[in-house]
């Protein structure tokens, strides 16, 4: 906006309406008085200024303009009639004026003027907005680095005060922050620590994550510096990200060495136990056979029903074993699979069949959907069946209330798979809780107590599963029911 300040009201008008006319915004005042006061309250690109005025001159005013911060880039036109000798126009550039045009007014004169100011000042205006929102962008920034910084040092002081070896890498996965405990086990602070040979290469591991921008878990032995001693952690390393973007990742180790140490001799004192319990029991169940046999007891009296009691009790016991004896086969790497072209259709009859003989028949309603798969997959047919056997006995003891179960196949020709459901009706299993049901002795709480098991069943299922290469899964819902399955590739 352009201001006019002139006493004489003519004037005032015809230049207001001249700079109208050519799509100017005018605003006038009729003293210098009045002009001081405008030029604090809007902002002008352009003041128009005329030098006779009663009161305050324009001199004056422009001597005053020029003492504001906010005024005094603005530039002005002063108005004439007189004093156009040299000593006067030097007064009014040291005012701060810029250009003088003096009256009568040459209307084509001042209208270049005023459109070379405007012009000017406009883009002084566009220059000053820009350097000030790049100041501002510059603190910002700064504000920004500095807060930054302190979180960088908070998150590692945290890190520092951990338990375990912690360390931070950035986002091409080179090592930039390591906690104290770290030097325990690395002399540097750039190369990961020394693994056990027989154990996980962590660089080529890590670096198979990075490029897949996934987290890592794995289980390795590291060398203590001091004593050279080997000693197994747990270590973890998880992406940061800023959106969909990493920005570094967090990694720890947490020394599991003396747990290990207890499992291992868990693991050997079960498989010494099932082993040492399987003799005699082997023994006890081939007398109580030749008894049943020698005996021929009448199948309605009383010790018919004991013996067949007792032989299913020895049953059982003698599955429990079995299973044990399968756990200390997998920790020992020695659970073989052998595998042979077979029909899965005559796997899933037997097993069914199996189900159906030792089970009441009001507790069982097995239906089987989907195509059944006449093709021959390479399995280990005992290991399926022992398989099915598990999901099928699972699905009728935890569904108390209904004993319907589905058992479902699909041959995924893309995949080129094969995949086997069964469906129950029953308890489920709470959606946080549902991976770990394949983990070794892990059973839901919920209903550990009121049904009896080992939680051996599934991890023995998932290991024979993995060694065929295949895959394992639950889906459920609590109080609605859950569906099992396992996929074969087909070749
Ligand atoms: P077990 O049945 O001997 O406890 P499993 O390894 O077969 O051991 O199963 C592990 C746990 O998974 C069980 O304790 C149970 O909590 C849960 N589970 C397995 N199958 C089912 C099912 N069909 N419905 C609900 N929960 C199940």
Redesign the pocket.
């Known amino acids: 906006m352009i201001l006019i300040v002139d006493d004489n009201q003519s004037n005032l008008y015809s230049l207001k309406k001249l700079l109208e006319s050519k799509n100017f915004q005018v605003d006038t005042a009729s003293s210098g008085e009045e002009a001081l006061g405008k030029t604090i309250k809007n902002n002008y690109a352009l003041i128009i200024l005329d030098v006779q005025m009663p009161g305050m001159d324009g001199f004056e005013v422009a001597e005053t303009l020029a003492d504001y911060s906010k005024t005094k880039e603005v530039p002005i036109i002063f108005l004439s009639a007189v004093n156009t000798e040299k000593k006067f126009i030097t007064r009014g550039y040291a005012s701060g004026g810029k250009d003088y045009v003096t009256k009568p007014v040459d209307p084509e004169i001042l209208l270049l003027k005023v459109k070379t100011f405007y012009n000017l000042q406009e883009q002084n205006m566009a220059m000053r907005k820009t350097q000030q929102s790049l100041e501002l962008e510059v603190k910002g920034r700064r504000e920004s680095q500095v807060t930054m910084k302190s979180q960088i040092d908070h998150f590692q002081l945290m890190l520092e005060s951990l338990p375990q070896i912690a360390f931070t890498l950035n986002e091409d996965g080179n090592i930039e922050f390591v906690n104290c405990k770290w030097h325990q086990y690395s002399d540097t602070d750039v190369d990961f620590p020394e693994v056990h040979p027989d154990d996980l290469n962590i660089r080529e591991e890590f670096n198979r994550c990075h490029k897949k921008s996934q987290a890592l878990e794995l289980e390795a032995r590291i060398k203590k510096v001091d004593s050279g001693e080997y000693r197994y952690h747990l270590l973890r390393i998880t992406p940061v990200k800023e959106g969909n973007v990493i920005k570094k990742w967090v990694g720890t180790f947490t020394d599991i060495d003396d747990q290990k140490k207890v499992e291992k001799e868990k693991d050997e004192f079960l498989s010494i136990a099932s082993h040492e319990l399987k003799t005699p029991l082997t023994s006890i169940k081939a007398y109580v056979q030749l008894l049943d046999r020698k005996l021929k007891l009448d199948k309605q009296s009383a010790e018919a029903g004991f013996m067949s009691k007792a032989q299913d009790q020895i049953e059982k016991l003698n599955n429990l074993i079995t299973d044990l004896l399968d756990v200390s086969k997998i920790e020992n790497g020695k659970l073989k699979i052998n595998k042979k072209p077979t029909s899965l259709e005559k796997i899933i009859s037997n097993a069914v069949e199996t189900i159906i003989q030792t089970h009441d028949e009001n507790k069982v309603n097995i239906k089987w959907h989907g195509i059944n798969p006449d093709i021959l997959i390479p399995l280990d047919e005992v290991r399926i069946e022992q398989v099915l056997i598990?999901f099928l006995t699972?699905?009728i003891?935890?569904?108390p209330q209904n004993n319907q179960i589905i058992v479902t196949t699909f041959v995924d020709e893309e995949k080129q798979e094969v995949k086997v459901s069964v469906t129950?009706f029953?308890?489920?299993?709470p959606d946080f809780k549902q991976h770990a049901?394949f983990h070794k002795f892990?059973?839901?709480e919920e209903?550990?107590l009121q049904?009896?098991?080992?939680?051996?069943?599934?991890?023995i299922c998932s290991e024979i599963i993995k060694q065929h290469h295949g895959t394992i899964g639950v889906s459920?819902k609590v109080e609605e029911g859950?569906t099992?399955y396992f996929t074969l590739p087909l070749n």
């Open positions: 598990n699972n699905a003891k935890y569904s129950d029953g308890i489920g299993i049901v892990y059973r839901v209903s550990s049904f009896q098991g080992m939680g051996i069943g599934l991890f459920s859950s099992f």
